[in-house]
């Protein structure tokens, strides 16, 4: 049977794990989210892009197709950056009790098992380091795991296991620097690391610097560097050494991922970035009260630092109280100040963010300043700071000061910082000012009766308030937010997926341009349908993610597609060339009775015989219809213009106040469909009409892109209105007709010689067969180049040929061959092996080191 000790231990850890989670379900429910409600999360990243790529994860694992490269991002890419980053976590092993459907739902469940995992191993380290386990604690706990950078950022639920673990980094960091086990401190740095390396990353820094504090804390006052480096320098190298094995020991998951991420956008630095120049003013202390970021101020706001009343009363008693030692306030007061600078100034910002300053959703790094004003909070609750009137009265005025200070700051700049920056909103309303001037108020009251008697009753007084506090904050931050229909959601997931199952009956390679989905209607929020080949296990062009392959996405753009920034390309600018070129066998429309699916028969497969002139192609920016004519003369070795200029019979221009409003007559000189590609105008300001009729876009362009006109015959004349800030002159250069007969011929004569996939292959293992002519050397393939490709011709190894900027072919002889595809994701080999090296390293380390202690305790003991 379990001893009293241990009964009280197993409810207190599972007090510390269910309040935090009682206390956000609370939330949800009275915003009606499931299972409380009918809405879910699909808001933010969480609906644009995790539900997608957590429902792609589990249908790979469930099926048994897992692969490290998918033809589900974009035209094909290196999947192990993005498993990396959102995949790892345990918590997602949750998915595989839920049908695909219900992915959004059992996302719920995850950021509550998540939220109350950080309470579980924050009332650990509390535990463990203060040797008690009071209730109080519990209190503690909670306001870490609801803090304010959780309720911003709960949504990003791959960022959660870096609080859950960092309790238990920093524990087993003390308990190295003690000189007992490094293992805590190892494996728990080890999987912050492998669950999500970019916060990983912040934790090593975060390991340096409560290092460094601790060994502050713990040196005698006067001592000389000298003295100093004599005595710890064992302990300094034991440190670094176990850290750095700790770090080599993820390689397994760094090195092949950030081999994949220096292929993104993210390669480039930029100056700026790395300026000294200060990165928020006094504004942010209104970050100190209630609702001061909330979800519409999600990409660009203050440091997420709320904690709640209790905490800033506690935390400003720490530096006043008389009976905690100067030392010990100048080490944590230390460690606090340059956590704080960490994020002031841009140039220590940009390198806690791994080099790069955050795309929206900011400091990232603001939770490593929760966790130490917890800590001086604590501390200064365990030392009674409170019972001093004088002082508790005037951490009153200060924290009230901040509050005004922030606030006031706050109010006055907000509508000046507006006019410049139409995403800079600090949300701040002076109903939040005084509800955490109030509450500020009821604290300093209840701290007073602490010395009153029925101690109890006000710790449960204070643990209400502070849980009122942090749930309200949660709640207001999230309910501005438009939620998504679970129910509608699951209905029309079902039927969408039942109709892309109907053209998933082939093992022959294909991509599909979803014209419209289902999906969109069980959102609140504007959804543009990017990662929809990830939802349903399909092939496309589109994709929305952080680590979509920059080459690729520039060729396509180079193409004519639609590419609002670097994280995405959609298939919006597609044509019938570049259909034909990449697959794309389908356009998929559907309603919830019915689905129209339309099949494109010049569709070309994957790869195909093309002329040795597609070696000397180059995609020039901006000139989106002569690449994709200059691309396939390279592909079928002809000088024949596939585009067609068309005849400017009449323009007219009226000057408007911004603008330029264009007329057009226009006439083709050969049948087919016209496409008109405008640089620098983007389409869907542009309000371009065809006779009078507007053309809309599947989603709005907010760049320039192909836009289809419309197909028209020889000689059938039509009216073009553009309205645009530049002028517009040639239009016959950026109206072209796309020569029906010709691009037919050229097509039916590429489909003699193509890559025929034997069945059942997989993303990562393409086998196939091709006949090559002796006019067409090249086995064009439509997928971009990746050195982690490897090709066998008959047998032998084969390079792959980088052409089209970042597609890929393989040269060949004339005759059958047997193709065989193999990727290999770069660096994983190389990281495994180095990460087996450092586990071995450091467990050889720790048997001597265990083996050295028992030895000296022999010695020891001996008389």
């Known amino acids: 049977m379990m001893n009293r000790y241990g009964q009280k231990r197993f409810y207190y850890d599972l007090g510390s794990f269910l309040l935090p989670m009682v206390v956000v379900s609370i939330v949800f429910a009275c915003l009606g989210i499931a299972p409380f409600g009918s809405h879910n999360l699909l808001i933010s990243d969480m609906g644009t892009q995790y539900v997608a790529w957590l429902t792609q994860f589990r249908h790979v694992i469930t099926t048994g197709q897992f692969s490290f490269y998918s033809f589900s991002l974009s035209l094909g890419d290196n999947a192990f950056p ?77 960022w959660l296991d870096a609080l859950i673990l960092l309790p238990l980094v920093t524990l087993g960091l003390r308990s190295l620097v003690a000189g007992r086990d490094s293992r805590l401190y190892f494996f728990a740095l080890w999987a912050t690391i492998i669950t999500n390396y970019y916060l990983g990353y912040m934790t090593c820094l975060f390991s340096l610097c409560f290092f460094i504090y601790l060994q502050f804390d713990q040196t005698p006052r006067r001592i000389t560097w000298r003295l100093y480096w004599q005595t710890h320098r064992r302990l300094i190298g034991h440190y670094l050494t176990i850290s750095i094995l700790s770090g080599l020991s993820s390689l397994v998951v760094l090195y092949p991922t950030l081999l994949g991420m220096l292929r993104t956008s993210k390669q480039s630095l930029s100056v700026k970035a790395f300026l000294p120049l200060p990165q928020f003013g006094p504004e942010a202390l209104a970050q100190l009260g209630m609702n001061a970021a909330d979800y519409p101020a999600r990409l ?170 942090l749930g309200a904050n949660f709640y207001f931050g999230l309910a501005p937010a438009k939620l998504g229909n679970q129910a509608r959601y699951q209905r029309n997931f079902a039927i969408e997926q039942r109709y892309f199952k109907k053209i998933q009956q082939t093992n022959a390679f294909y991509r599909v ?202 000689g059938q004349s039509f009216q073009l209105k553009v309205s645009s800030k530049h002028l517009i002159s040639h239009p016959e250069r950026w109206v072209k007709t796309l020569d029906a007969d010709k691009f037919s011929t050229s097509v039916e004569q590429l489909h003699r010689h193509t890559l025929q996939l034997t069945p059942h292959w997989r993303p990562d293992r393409l086998h196939g067969t091709i006949d090559m002519p002796k006019d067409k050397p090249l086995l064009f393939l439509s997928i971009p180049y990746d050195p982690g490709w490897q090709v066998s011709v008959d047998g032998r190894q084969q390079p792959i040929q980088r052409v089209a900027h970042n597609l890929s072919a393989v040269t060949l002889a004339p005759g059958h061959h047997k193709i065989r595809l193999t990727y290999v994701t770069p660096g994983f080999r190389a990281g495994l092996v180095i990460s087996l090296l450092a586990f071995i390293t450091y467990a050889g380390l720790f048997w001597w080191d265990q083996r050295h202690r028992k030895y000296n305790a022999k010695t020891t003991k001996q008389p």
Request: glycine share 4%; charged share 15%.
């Open 300 to 469: 660009e706001h203050d440091p997420s630092i709320y904690l709640g009343s209790l905490a800033i009363l506690l935390c400003l008693g720490f530096f006043t109280a008389k009976n905690i030692g100067r030392r010990h306030k100048w080490a944590l007061g230390g460690l606090l100040a340059t956590l704080a600078i960490s994020m002031f100034i841009t140039l220590f910002n940009t390198i806690w963010h791994m080099m790069q300053q955050p795309n929206g959703f900011p400091f990232r790094n603001a939770y490593f300043f929760s966790f130490i004003v917890l800590l001086c909070a604590y501390e200064s609750w365990q030392a009674h700071t409170f019972t001093d009137q004088r002082h508790l009265f005037r951490n009153l005025i200060i924290g009230l000061s901040l509050l005004a200070i922030g606030y006031i700051t706050a109010i006055i700049a907000q509508p000046i910082v507006r006019r410049s920056d139409a995403l800079a909103s600090y949300y701040v309303s002076p109903i939040y000012w005084l509800i955490s001037s109030l509450g500020l108020i009821f604290a300093w009251w209840l701290l007073k009766r602490q010395s009153h008697g029925k101690r109890w009753l006000v710790v449960l007084s204070l643990t209400a308030l502070t849980l009122l506090e």
């Open 513 to 714: 341009d979803n014209q419209n989905s289902l999906l969109n209607a069980a959102y609140g929020e504007v959804y543009n349908n990017y990662n929809d080949p990830l939802l349903f296990n399909s092939y496309g062009i589109d994709l929305y993610s952080s680590t979509l392959n920059e080459s690729t996405r520039l060729t396509l753009q180079r193409l004519g597609f639609y590419s609002k920034n670097e994280r995405r390309i959609s298939s919006a600018g597609s044509t019938e060339l570049t259909n034909t070129l990449f697959a794309v066998r389908y356009l998929l429309s559907m309603t919830p009775h019915d689905y129209d699916l339309i099949t494109l028969p010049n569709a070309l497969p994957l790869g195909f015989a093309a002329n040795q002139s597609l070696l000397n192609v180059t995609l020039k920016p901006h000139e989106a219809l002569s690449n994709q004519n200059h691309l396939w003369q390279g592909i079928t070795g002809r000088k024949t213009d596939y585009f067609r200029s068309v005849e400017v019979q009449q323009t007219t221009v009226k000057q408007a106040v911004d603008h330029y409003n264009y007329t057009f007559t226009l006439r083709p000189q050969t049948s087919g469909p016209i496409y008109m590609y405008l640089p620098h105008v983007p389409v869907d300001s542009a309000n371009i009409r065809v006779n009078q009729t507007k053309k809309q876009t599947k989603l709005s362009v907010s760049s320039e892109a192909v836009l289809s006109l419309g197909r028209f015959r020889k």
């Open 82 to 158: 993005l498993v990396a980053y959102y995949m790892l976590s345990p918590f997602n092993l949750i998915l595989f009790f839920f049908p695909a459907s219900q992915v959004p739902l059992a996302v719920t469940y995850i950021i509550l098992l998540k939220i109350g995992s950080i309470g579980l191993s924050t009332a650990y380290y509390l535990r463990r380091v203060y040797h008690n386990t009071n209730w109080s604690n519990l209190l503690f706990s909670s306001i870490f795991a609801l803090s304010g950078f959780v309720a911003t950022y709960f949504y990003d639920i791959m």
